[in-house]
């Protein structure tokens, strides 16, 4: 990170930042504005030379009682009642370019930045690292936590021939913004998709293609029409035994390496990828890599079984292999049918040491649904028996139900009518305003922007943990706190530059005097954007992008509250209507940055 404080001639100050800011990443609490956090801490640290700054700096908090920073003086066990400690750094205390004032109130000491020194120093960071970084890519908000750390994750991964389902959804959504999230924290990061592309359904689906298959069907819907043989085929499966024996004997072939068999698994398998990487695309969304079950080879498979067998950990149920799990309450669970065939557990672990061999990851991230715990918690029970020196490198991203998706009509959903229908109710809305439909070049674009921003962060709002209705009214409105506000606010931003092209383009910020941003709903914006890089290392130790949606929520309102009394047009100073410009430009940057983290499109005009 570069910090913006040369301008502030306390070099001394600036190293001490760059020293304990490391301090800060292991102590994991959080403070913005790392140099004014510093500021904060040594003033402590003045009082009290018992104390390090680095101690104290990682006890820097986020104001309370309207405060920028508070620090809780218990934690540091100073003998003598804290009181008096509290009085020693009061008075001591000198006012300085960064710290205005301190009071104190029972255990907390309460910190007030110097507004003049706070909107300049944040203005000027959001600014250079947006614009003025080597590798011309914004930076704001980025850091090198994991800089030499690769990070695999495995997200999304539908079956082939069965439902997308919100699960799936989920998966993905959150996905996209954990892989951003890793990026932006310097971490290597490799997105594999899992497919479901092995398994019994497959001799089903051969078995009712030959009844129901249309290869022009297929061809321009392979997932659809797929799902559609399947629905059909297992209607016939209960009513008639004999095409599950049939099935049986087809899935039987394929697992033997018949290449008769596999042709066409292999073009569904195929066409199936071709369509999903389209509506992914869509989503915003791209995979390094799409694996699949299929794919999963047998030796370790074996040796899986080899070891647990080892650990006497392995029954025998009438030729079948069950891994006993008892001890640490997971249960017990097939890892070999009767017929040696693998199943899901299988090929979970064996796939795991594949994929260690290929990535040597540092972590590897398995982003699948909370219904899954157990399987998850016997399959990384599994490896760490298995004492591989990665197993602890594997972690399981959980998240809950999505209770009740379905199409406004009710009936069950692929992914792509979901992304149709937020389109469309959305296309409907632009159009009731005939003006503004008429000064939007692509409406189609937009509108279907709009409803997939919407769908996601009704996904990413709250806790991952929590189930969640699916609500189509709620998350359209552009009211409340959902993806079309967000994207509106946005809109509004980029437009204030448009509006005023006579400001434009604005000075060095040396040159802009953020002295004139007097009212307190500028400073309130300002504060938040610095605390915009604490907001992203905060999500990546929780992987929570409800952390990220919070934060853009609050920032809109900021913004929002702003707007009427902090105006650009119409603002007779003409240096006072830059500065405002200037902090409505930084917002938007910032605004824009944490809507791609969270795998949105921030849109220009709507
Ligand atoms: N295809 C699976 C399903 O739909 C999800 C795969 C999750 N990944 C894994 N490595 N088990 O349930």
Partial sequence: LA???????????????????AVKAKAMTQAQSPILAAAAAKIVVDALPQLSVEQVYAGV?????????????????????????AKT?????????????????????????????????????????????????????????????????????????????????????????ITNLYRACGWEVVGVNYLGDWGTQFGLIAVGFEKYGNEEALEQDAIKHLLEIYVKVNADAEKDPSVKAEAAKFFKRMEDGDESALVNWRKWRDLSIKKYAEEYKRLNVTFDEYIGESLVGREWMDKAVERLTALNLIEDHDGAKLVNLEKWKMGRAVLLKKDGSSIYLTRDIAGAVERYNKYKFDKHIYLISSQQDLHMAQFMKIIELMEFPWADRVQHVNYGLVLGMSTRKGTVVFLDQIIKE??????????????????????????????????????????RINNYTFNWDRMLSFEGDTGPYLQYAHVRLA?????????????????????????????DII???????????TAIRTHEPSAVVTFAFRLSHAISSAWEAVIVKGEPDIEKARARLWMYICARDVLGAAMRLLSLRPLERM
């Fill in 3 to 21: 910090f913006v404080v040369w301008g502030l001639h306390s070099i001394a100050l600036a190293r001490l930042v760059l020293n304990v800011e």
């Fill in 61 to 85: 908090d986020y104001g309370k009682k309207g405060a920028d920073f508070t620090i809780a003086l218990p934690r540091f066990r100073l003998p003598g009642k804290v009181d008096e400690v």
């Fill in 89 to 177: 750094v009061l008075s001591q205390f000198q006012p300085n370019d960064w710290i205005e004032n301190v009071i104190h109130d029972k255990a907390f000491l309460h910190f007030t930045c110097r507004t003049t020194t706070l909107l300049r120093l944040v203005l000027t960071q959001v600014h250079d690292l947006t614009y003025n970084t080597a590798s011309k890519q914004p930076e704001y908000g980025t850091n090198t936590l994991g800089k030499g750390k690769k990070m695999v994750i495995e997200y999304s991964s539908p079956n082939i021939a069965k439902a997308f389902h919100v699960g799936h959804l989920r998966s993905t959504i959150i996905g996209a913004f």
């Fill in 422 to 463: 937020a389109a469309s109710v959305m296309h409907e809305q632009m159009k009731k305003n005939e003006d503004k439909y008429n000064a939007v070049e692509n409406p189609e674009y937009v509108s279907e922007e709009i409803g997939i921003s919407a769908v996601k962060i009704q996904d990413m709002a709250a806790k």
């Fill in 495 to 523: 437009s204030i530059g448009r509006k005023n092209p006579e400001l434009l383009p604005l000075p060095e910020p040396a040159a802009i005097d953020t002295s004139l941003l007097t009212e307190p709903s500028a400073r």
């Fill in 527 to 537: 504060f938040l954007l610095g605390t915009y890089p604490d907001v992203v290392k």
